[in-house]
């Protein structure tokens, strides 16, 4: 006779349902655990004993022979405990085995019996969910198993699951979490001066657009960049979900409180490409996945080593990091705005006695670190100017936050609208994800714009990607404006945003009023 519970393994966000089968046999008595389990998996079978030994219960003097299926699957974590306990209960005929059969279960047990908090609770409810099984789990997790809508089961240990499962008592299912209301970020009333920086931060943020703020040291770049995710429309019911598996995985939920506010990353330059994109030993979801849907802030971009940044490539065209192993590939989800700030030489670039003392080589040397291809994908540059002591004196901006955001919010929902049709995971319904053959249609230039896109377009040297980028950044100024084409000075506007090689001097372009330069200087 075989008992069964089912459980899950996870693979990125996706949980993968395991098959716990228990069977006891004659000969010597010992405790095998198989199906390639890792050493947290194989440490189960003593945690299971020492529980079972505090709840008065003894192991049967057999073979007891757990098997993990599919056995080609690896399998990692301490959340495989609950599972294999009940399976070896329901065998020694302490819990029945019938009604095991419509449950899935996931937690870790403590030495006494208790259930403690577990990593990935909110997938495994989806999936179980999907499944059409009921998710058993710790107490400590149950608000957050709740919001994935199925039923769920919070226990507090193995002998208030002994006890429900034979009619002693009975569990309540438990309630979602609250939904966190985070608190008020910093504000865009806060910075003075800079007002055609926060012009390119508007559009990033309304058509999520990846930008590079390059400026002298006190300029504000920083300053600028933490003021993003507070300009950003809240998460919708699907990006909830999707950004609250990944923090369910990573250990991030705290009581099952899931926030609607976007996820704002800012790693430190030392960081390694493990910890950026994903990977380790046991692979972990890196800054990139726990900024999807969100902001990542690189500060000091040239200060990341090269390799590390040339391995945001692929995600920042995909949407999704992928890390490679031996025997299986694991795929996060990675759909995030990037925001970098940058000095633009070593010696900071700065006025006056801050000024560069090496000359042109220096900002060209510095600048180098950072690879044209790895250029090539960001929307928007722009030079930060100092900020003087005149501007320093003058009164907060009448304009904050809440009313950038609500220009922010208007904008997107016009390309909702457009562009509803196209989204999937990988594809979010903002200009920045437009596919080429949209993008031909809804931000086709009028015939002013076309000729000064074709004709910057050869000055400046515009890649392929570089020409449609350009055109997304038009298509989202058009949108702020409420437009339904695109002009010739929305496209004017979007060239002053693209990056110039060192040295290479700005095309003559008339510029609309108000509208700022973009580009690194060499």
């Not at 199906?35 to 299971?48: C, F, I, Y």
């Not at 309540?172 to 390119?200: F, I, N, Y």
């Not at 300029?219 to 923090?247: F, Y």
């Not at 009448?398 to 009313?403: K, L, N, T, V």
């Amino acid at each position: 006779m075989v008992c069964r519970v089912t459980t899950f393994a996870f693979e990125g966000v996706d949980a993968q349902p395991v098959d716990v089968q228990v069977q006891m046999a004659g000969g010597q008595p010992a405790f095998h655990i198989v199906g390639l389990p890792d050493k947290a998996v194989g440490e189960s079978r003593e945690r299971v004993r020492a529980a079972f030994a505090s709840l008065g219960l003894a192991l049967p003097p057999k073979r007891v022979i757990v098997n993990l299926a599919p056995a080609d699957l690896p399998k990692e974590g301490s959340h495989y405990d609950l599972a294999i306990a009940l399976a070896i209960l329901a065998m020694m005929g302490v819990v029945p085995a019938d009604q095991l059969e419509s449950y899935a279960a996931i937690g870790e047990l403590s030495l006494d019996g208790a259930l403690g908090e577990t990593l990935g609770v909110l997938p495994a409810a989806m999936a179980a969910e999907g499944m059409d099984l009921q998710l058993i789990c710790p107490q400590i997790c149950g608000a957050e198993a709740a919001w994935a809508g199925g039923s769920v089961i919070g226990a507090t240990g193995l002998i208030a699951l002994i006890n429900h499962f034979t009619g002693r008592s009975v569990i309540s299912p438990p309630r979602p979490g609250e939904l966190a209301t985070p608190p008020a970020g910093p504000d865009l009333r806060d910075v003075k001066g800079q007002e055609g920086a926060k012009r390119a931060l508007e559009i990033a943020a309304a058509g999520g657009h990846n930008l590079l703020f390059c400026g002298p040291p006190g300029s504000g770049k920083s300053m600028l960049a933490q003021r993003l995710a507070g300009i950003l429309p809240p998460l919708s019911a699907r990006e909830l979900l999707e950004v609250s598996q990944i923090q369910s995985i990573a250990g991030l939920l705290e009581r099952g409180r899931l926030s609607r506010r976007r996820p704002f990353r800012a790693p430190h330059h030392s960081a390694s490409m493990a910890a950026l994109v994903g990977g380790g030993i046991k692979a972990k979801p890196g800054e990139v996945s726990l900024a999807h849907h969100g902001v990542l802030f690189l500060d000091e971009l040239p200060e990341f080593p090269a390799t590390v940044l040339d391995s945001l490539r692929q995600p920042l065209e995909a949407g999704e990091a992928v890390v490679a192993r031996a025997n299986r590939h694991v795929r996060y989800p990675a759909r995030f705005q990037l925001i970098a700030a940058m000095n633009p030489c070593r010696c900071g670039g700065g006025p006056g006695a801050a000024a560069c003392r090496r000359g042109p080589r220096c900002a060209q040397q510095y600048q180098a670190r950072l690879s044209g291809p790895f250029l090539d994908r960001i929307d928007l540059y722009y030079d930060t100017p100092p900020v003087t002591a005149v501007d320093l004196a003058l009164p907060p901006p009448a304009e904050g936050s809440a009313e950038v955001r609500e220009r922010v919010a208007r904008a997107r929902d016009i390309q909702t609208e457009r562009l509803a049709h196209l989204a999937t995971d990988t594809c979010r319904s903002v200009n920045a994800d437009t596919p080429l053959p949209e993008l031909e249609t809804s931000a086709a230039p009028d015939e002013a714009g076309a000729a000064l896109l074709a004709d910057a377009a050869a000055r400046l040297q515009l890649t392929a990607r570089g020409y449609s980028r350009v055109l997304k950044v038009a298509r989202t100024i058009a949108d702020l404006e409420g437009c339904d084409g695109v002009r010739r000075f929305h496209i004017a506007e979007a060239l002053s945003y693209r990056h110039r090689p060192p040295g290479m001097a700005k095309p003559a372009i008339s510029m609309p009023q108000g509208a700022a330069s973009g580009g690194l200087v060499g």
